[in-house]
T-cell receptor, first 115, second 109 residues
Framework: DAGITQSPRHKVTETGTPVTLRCHQT?????MYWYRQDPGHGLRLIHY???????DKGEVSDGYSVSRSKTEDFLLTLESATSSQTSVYFC??????????????FGPGTRLLVL | AQRVTQPEKLLSVFKGAPVELKCNYS??????LFWYVQYSRQRLQLLLR??SRESIKGFTADLNKGETSFHLKKPFAQEEDSAMYYCALSGSGSDKLIFGTGTRLQVFP
């Protein structure tokens, strides 16, 4: 599992409240990503990070912000949650495999329900 | 524009039948293609990469640049193959993945 954990694993919140999801990795990987998974859309990239304090927007970044103050933690914040942000959120890291190919490995996911 | 298309939302087969999950891509360059699998309520796992030309769990996939396809095949499906399968693409020199919408494979006994 490439040492990736996500917390919380499940969350129910109300529209308009802030929500922060945490991705934690133990293997000092430089590249980290946040995706959301929705039926009919597959996985879409929200934000990504190339290192501490080095982040950028992905395909569906509106309504989300991220922070990476330590190599091991990549936080995703919904500033004011909306029902359209109900989704499953996956964190990923990029690591080289034994044959030196960059490959993404995923965390277990966080199910978020915004009421 | 970079795009990955998986035309089938659901593919149902009986155990022992051949399986082909279709993936077509649009990319102006030399992409890297991947298949990821997600078993029920689990994390995505890498199944195959085209560059490795490997066979995992009996699955193979060949990159056809002429048809811009990377179909996933298995000659004899097993019940434990039931899962969601995602095709994904990354551009040459890029670490970011673009995913298709996924195909759910159901294998009946």
């Amino acid at each position: 599992d490439a040492g990736i954990t996500q917390s919380p694993r499940h969350k129910v919140t109300e529209t308009g409240t802030p929500v922060t999801l945490r991705c934690h990795q133990t293997e000092n990987h430089r590249y980290m990503y946040w995706y959301r998974q929705d039926p009919g859309h597959g996985l879409r990239l929200i934000h990504y990070s190339y290192g501490v304090k080095d982040t950028d927007k992905g395909e569906v970044s509106d309504g989300y912000s991220v922070s990476r103050s330590k190599t091991e933690d990549f936080l995703l914040t919904l500033e004011s949650a909306t029902s359209s942000q109900t989704s499953v959120y996956f964190c990923a890291i990029s690591a080289k495999t034994l044959d030196l190919q960059e490959t993404q490995y995923f965390g277990p996911g966080t199910r978020l329900l915004v009421l | 524009a970079q795009r990955v298309t998986q035309p089938e939302k659901l593919l149902s087969v009986f155990k022992g039948a051949p399986v082909e999950l279709k993936c077509n891509y649009s990319y102006s360059g030399s992409p890297e293609l991947f298949w990821y699998v997600q078993y029920s309520r689990q994390r995505l796992q890498l199944l195959l990469r085209h560059i490795s030309r490997e066979s995992i769990k009996g699955f193979t996939a060949d990159l056809n640049k002429g048809e811009t396809s990377f179909h996933l095949k298995k000659p004899f499906a097993q019940e434990e193959d039931s899962a969601m399968y995602y095709c994904a693409l990354s551009g040459s020199g890029s670490d970011k993945l673009i995913f298709g919408t996924g195909t759910r494979l159901q294998v009946f006994p």
